[in-house]
Antibody, heavy 120, light 108 residues
């Protein structure tokens, strides 16, 4: 069964750091496009970052320079290192596997999400 | 950035109703559009991709249509399990994908 399980969320002070993990099973992370998507409380979905199978990475302007996406191939795990956290980064963070479809890719498998709260 | 606008924001309907949700893109995205269903406290679930292709395992009462800038998600006969929030997502400008703001389908 294809599954994603996130961990690492919690309460952090503004300016602090946190690393999220997403353990995959049933498929190989390094062979797929993988992404982080977040959802602020009561709000809609926002794309955060993506890592391609070839290793290229991309970020939303709102997190560029502060967040880093990476993967550990032997652990089959995706990560999101979040630095210089701000109150507006408070959200549930989902990791998601993408399926390619001609022009681009969409999310066909999602984790259950992990809540990050940035507050003093 | 391509902006995605859904309407309505909230929809009240009864079991058995035919329901239509609209998603408009700020510029043409061809057919590179997906629809997701999200229930409270749960992750989104893929329903439709490439504007009109039904994801495996999704009931056939869900259908999608459109191309260019205007798209619709239709539920032919609303079931109790369908009360949820629905999001459209463009992937024409990949990797910079964007979502609509969501449409909440409530019980009338």
């Amino acid at each position: 069964e294809v599954q994603l399980v996130e961990s690492g969320g919690g309460l952090v002070q503004p300016g602090g750091s946190l690393r999220l993990s997403c353990a995959a099973s049933g498929f190989t992370v390094s062979s797929n496009y993988m992404s982080w998507v977040r959802q602020a409380p009561g709000k809609g979905l926002e794309w955060v970052s993506v890592i391609y199978s070839g290793g290229s990475t991309y970020y939303a302007d709102s997190v560029k320079g502060r967040f880093t996406i990476s993967r550990h191939n032997s652990k089959n795990t995706l990560y999101l290192q979040m630095n210089s956290l701000r109150a507006e980064d408070t959200a549930v963070y989902y990791c998601a596997k993408l399926r390619s479809d001609g022009s681009g890719s969409y999310y066909n498998v999602w984790g259950q999400g992990t809540l990050v709260t940035v507050s003093s | 950035d391509i902006q995605m606008t859904q309407s309505p924001s909230t929809l009240s309907a009864s079991v058995g109703d035919r329901v239509t949700i609209t998603c408009r893109a700020s510029q043409s995205i061809s057919s590179w559009l997906a629809w997701y269903q999200q229930k409270p406290g749960k992750a989104p679930k893929l329903l439709i991709y490439k504007a009109s292709s039904l994801e495996s395992g999704v009931p056939s009462r869900f259908s999608g249509s459109g191309s260019g800038t205007e798209f619709t998600l239709t539920i032919s006969s609303l079931q109790p399990d369908d009360f949820a929030t629905y999001y459209c997502q463009q992937y024409n400008s990949y990797p910079w994908v964007t979502f609509g703001q969501g449409t909440k389908v409530e019980i009338k």
